[in-house]
């Protein structure tokens, strides 16, 4: 997280992305200009074409020069990609960001925070208050290094799984530092990291315990555990009031955290940051939703929350927690309601209008 500097212009670029991507991220800027103001944030935003749409167009993802020009912004905010029908000859999608931006900004840790909301029901017996955590996925390796690099036969297939020291090590201190600043915000008693891993059948998830045991003796004032994933998966839907902080590999953490999110009212309810030592983006963790775009169906909550995430990690708390609460309020006293799928009941407007009353 940066030090707040009162008077100091934020500069954020902006993916609108595909789908119902420009929708969300249109509501995430009227309530950053909204919040901005409110708090005398400069902002200077400027706006990057990238995601499948953008290579149905050009032939390519990202333009010449973008990852540089990303890099320069105090952070990004980026909306969803990705169109089930714009695909590379062999059939894969084209136009996904993931694998360009985690790798080319060396975003390490994929930062997730799962909490349930007063006025939101999950798909579990739980109330507000007792889910509040955050998974970190480490975002550069693991099975995912693999992409577009795996070998290929016409009966067999193979993907490595990878994981070496270094990148275990700094999203696992990162995850540790992350539970010592939530422990400032009297969470809990005494903050906690549970690695997440199967180290019992595979030698690169011992690698990573191993690691994950060496930097836990730094931090002697956070508790340290281990839980194998299967384990996590039970415990994560019968047992979220245990989890503070939770650290784990790239595919761990990318199917997990789509299990958390279930509980808490679904992807549209979470929202993601992507962080690096030299630069950062925020994104829902949910896809496009091509068939809802242009609707005004979509539930922008999950970008909102991921500009709160931006502007915490850009020095901003007092409008990072301004926006929650306003996101909070806005569920808490009945002026946003979902649907069974997961659409906001009045609309995409009439959440960001509900938030912007709020702020």
Avoid: W
Avoid at 285 to 293: C, Q
Wanted: with cysteine; charged share 25%; glycine share 10%.
């Amino acid at each position: 997280m940066a030090p707040e500097q009162p008077g100091r212009t934020l500069s954020v670029a902006v993916i609108r992305g595909d789908g119902i991507g420009p929708e969300l991220v249109e509501s995430a800027l009227t309530v950053l200009r909204a919040v901005a103001q409110r708090h005398g944030i400069t902002l200077d935003v400027r706006e990057e074409p990238a995601g499948a749409e953008h290579y149905r167009r050009t032939g390519r993802a990202v333009d010449p020069g973008a990852l540089e020009r990303l890099a320069t912004a105090d952070a990004v905010l980026k909306g969803p990609v990705g169109l089930p029908d714009v695909r590379h000859p062999d059939g894969t999608e084209a136009g996904l960001l993931g694998g360009v931006l985690r790798t080319g900004l060396d975003t390490f840790a994929n930062v997730r925070p799962v909490r349930l909301l007063p006025g939101v029901r999950g798909a579990t017996r739980h109330e507000p208050g007792e889910i509040d955590y955050v998974l970190v996925r480490e975002n550069t390796e693991g099975l995912y290094a693999s992409r577009g690099a795996g070998v290929v036969a016409r009966d067999a297939a193979a993907d490595q799984l990878l994981v070496t020291r270094t990148g275990t090590r700094r999203v696992v201190r990162y995850a540790f530092e992350l539970a010592r600043r939530r422990a400032g915000g009297g969470r809990r008693a005494r903050p906690e990291v549970v690695c997440v891993d199967k180290s019992n059948v595979l030698r690169s998830f011992a690698l990573f315990r191993a690691v994950f045991d060496e930097v836990a003796a730094d931090y002697p004032d956070v508790a340290a555990r281990h839980l194998y994933a299967d384990a996590a998966a039970h415990d994560l839907v019968a047992h979220p009031e245990r989890f503070d902080v939770l650290v784990m590999e790239n595919f761990l953490g990318d199917i997990l955290s789509d299990l958390a999110a279930a509980t808490v009212g679904g992807l549209g309810m979470c929202g993601a940051a992507n962080i690096g030592d030299g630069a950062a983006y925020f994104e829902p963790i949910h896809g496009s939703a091509p068939s809802l775009a242009g609707r005004g169906l979509a539930n922008p909550t999950s970008q909102l929350l991921s500009l709160a995430l931006l502007l915490e990690h850009t020095g901003h708390d007092p409008a990072a927690a301004a926006v929650r609460a306003a996101v909070e309020r806005a569920y808490a006293d009945g002026a946003v309601a979902l649907t069974a799928a997961g659409s906001p009941a009045t609309g995409t407007a009439s959440v960001t209008a509900a938030v912007l009353e709020r702020l």
